[in-house]
């Protein structure tokens, strides 16, 4: 489906580190911005969603975005004033 960076995987167990009950990670394409990806973890999956494993961690994906993942690299990219945003390219 998609590889993970190095980059994106740790901050991915940052932000399950942080939130005590969730332990699936939601991927969302943004709609205003073009490969943009919002990431938010979470306690459950819908019916609409695919779970995808990939090293130990629980991906969620709606079944009408997965198209968006495949052969692609989720990535994380900090920029210079922090702002936090995750892509897939």
């Known amino acids: 489906m998609f590889i993970l960076s190095e980059e994106a995987?740790?901050?991915?167990?940052?932000?399950?580190?942080?939130?005590?009950?969730?332990?699936f990670i939601r991927l969302q394409m943004r709609k205003s911005c073009f490969m943009k990806v919002k990431l938010t973890v979470e306690?459950?999956?819908?019916?609409?969603d695919s779970e995808i494993v990939k090293e130990d961690l629980n991906f969620i994906i709606d079944n009408g975005e997965c198209h968006y993942f495949r052969g692609?690299?989720?990535?994380?990219?900090?920029?210079?004033?922090?702002?936090?945003?995750?892509e897939v390219n």
């Open 72 to 86: 692609k690299k989720l990535d994380f990219i900090p920029d210079q004033t922090g702002f936090k945003q995750f």
């Open 9 to 23: 995987k740790g901050e991915i167990k940052k932000r399950l580190e942080v939130s005590n009950s969730a332990k």
């Open 43 to 48: 306690e459950s999956i819908l019916p609409n």
